[in-house]
């Protein structure tokens, strides 16, 4: 069973910057896609982006400009790089990973906090 573990979050003032990492407990390699979801309270669950493992990267367009999605093989680890934050960028961040032959791998999620 893979374990994905997310950390990196708190509360920012908006305009701020925080970096989430998700560390997973095989080579991401293994995996054809890797991304990050928020999930508002009362909302449903959103794609933020997604990087694959020949690195290329996509971004929901409420982000992009402003995140930036990277992986680091031999740390196993991906990244989520987050500037000019708003409010409404509050939400719980979830990482997922994806393989061909398995059921997608999700974190327990980061809370983050966007607030004055």
């Known amino acids: 069973q893979v374990q994905l573990v997310e950390s990196g979050g708190g509360l920012v003032q908006p305009g701020g910057s925080l970096r989430l990492s998700c560390a997973a407990s095989?080579?991401?390699?293994?995996?054809?896609?890797m991304g990050w979801y928020r999930q508002a309270p009362g909302k449903q669950r959103e794609l933020v982006g997604t990087i694959t493992s020949d690195e290329n990267t996509n971004y929901a367009d409420s982000v992009k400009g402003r995140f930036t999605i990277s992986r680091n093989n031999v740390k196993n680890t991906v990244y989520l790089q987050m500037s000019s934050l708003k409010p409404e960028d509050t939400a719980v961040y979830y990482c997922?990973?994806?393989?061909?032959?398995?059921?997608?791998?999700w974190g327990q999620g980061t809370q983050v906090t966007v607030s004055s």
């Open positions: 997922n990973a994806r393989s061909t032959f398995e059921s997608p791998f």
């Open positions: 095989r080579h991401i390699n293994s995996f054809y896609v």
